[in-house]
């Protein structure tokens, strides 16, 4: 199969955009295909990209990736979600902007299965480590390979594909850093397999983020619920300082239902703190550590947000206290810090200079957003202007 790039059409639930007589199509994913030599057979795989991705001013930036197992039945709802939550147009941003990548089925119970499952009829469980040596040895080099990817990745799975997430979580070696297993079918890991693999894990598993969902089985529950509660608790034991997870139950769902209120929990539950306001920061240093601590938890440095540190340098320039303005700068040389190719930090460190009457760098730093992104009208203007002047 041709691996160009196919566009997937999709009529978002309950949205449809009409012109005349004709049904506008909103376009949320691409569809993507990828000859795996581990599986011996070809994979397919759907993209949705954030918003930002093409635009112009952000191609500078690299983005996180979630991978989604079940990809056929989740992938529309959790790109959706991812969106929402990441948007600039929504103003959620409680999460990172992130590429949604969603695998398409072909044996599931054959891929999620990380142990063989003996059955008295022939069965083909157990090629769990082939699905991720696909993973992480193809699919993941092809992806960071084609798109502005950041090495921090998500793997969602629900029921067996939860099985799957929870295995790699306590793998040694994994190229993944946070995992959402939601409602995991634990039924084949009976009190001695999870005995065995507890004692096999490492401090390896305790710098990743794993959320775990249950959900209500009827009369069913106790054993399903016992498993998940049984393994997070020797999780606890055994990590030596602060586990990196979170179980939660949901008791009015049951495991068909589950699965997009727990993502939605589940991400929100790892990038807890990311979407604070810049309301309720006081300065650079509470700023500076409040990333900080979010970063040690997660194990991988989440910088703050351009747009945040920008609000905080922007409310501070626009103060009458002359302190403040002075102390505005700071902030804009952090985005700058941060961000050295982005061209709206210095065009917004230009205009700091420039309310502080320092004509010099401002003219340098309007120049060198104008470096970075040629079509910059304001930075043209502002350098015009500002020589003017001097």
């Not at 054959?110 to 142990?115: A, C, E, H, L, S």
């Not at 106790?222 to 998940?228: A, E, G, P, Q, V």
């Not at 179980?247 to 239902?257: G, K, P, V």
Request: net charge negative; aromatic share 10%.
């Amino acid at each position: 199969m041709n691996k160009n790039i196919i566009a997937v059409l999709f009529l978002l639930i309950g949205i449809n955009q009409v012109k005349s007589q004709d049904a506008a199509q909103v376009i949320i994913g691409t569809k993507h295909s990828l000859r795996s030599n581990i599986l011996n057979e070809e994979r397919e795989y759907w993209i949705s990209l954030p918003d930002s991705y093409n635009d112009k001013e952000s191609s500078y930036k690299s983005y996180p990736v979630l991978i989604v197992l079940d990809g056929n039945m989740h992938f529309k709802a959790i790109s959706g979600m991812v969106n929402y939550m990441s948007s600039d147009i929504y103003r959620s941003r409680t999460i990172p902007e992130m590429i949604v990548v969603a695998i398409q089925n072909v044996d599931r119970r054959r891929d999620y299965t990380p142990d063989k499952i003996i059955t008295v009829r022939e069965n083909n469980t157990g090629g769990g480590e082939n699905f991720l040596s696909f993973l992480e040895d193809e699919l993941i080099p092809e992806l960071d390979q084609k798109y502005r990817t950041e090495p921090y990745r998500i793997l969602f799975g629900h029921s067996l594909g939860g099985l799957l997430a929870t295995h790699t979580y306590m793998k040694e070696k994994t190229l993944f850093n946070s995992f959402i297993a939601v409602d995991p079918s634990f039924g084949t890991w009976d009190s001695e397999t999870m005995d065995k693999k507890l004692d096999s894990l490492t401090e390896q598993s305790f710098e990743r983020f794993i959320y775990i969902a249950t959900a209500n089985w009827g009369k069913r529950n106790i054993r399903n619920r016992d498993r998940h509660v049984r393994l997070y608790e020797s999780l606890h034991s055994k990590c030596k300082g602060e586990l990196p997870a979170k179980l939660e139950y949901f008791d009015n769902e049951d495991h068909s239902s589950v699965p997009i209120i727990a993502f939605h929990n589940g991400i929100s539950a790892i990038f807890e703190g990311y979407g604070i306001s810049y309301r309720d920061l006081e300065d650079k240093e509470q700023l500076t550590q409040h990333f900080h601590t979010l970063s040690e938890r997660l194990s991988y440095d989440f910088q703050p947000p351009e747009y945040l540190v920008n609000q905080l340098g922007y409310r501070m320039l626009q103060s009458e206290n002359d302190k403040d303005k002075a102390n505005a700068l700071e902030y804009f040389i952090l985005n700058v810090e941060n961000f050295p190719i982005s061209p709206n930090s210095y065009d917004s460190l230009g205009e700091a200079y420039e309310v502080l009457g320092d004509t010099k760098k401002a003219i340098e730093n309007y120049g060198k957003s104008l470096e970075l992104n040629p079509d910059n009208e304001n930075a043209k203007m502002k350098i015009k202007k500002l020589s003017k002047s001097e």
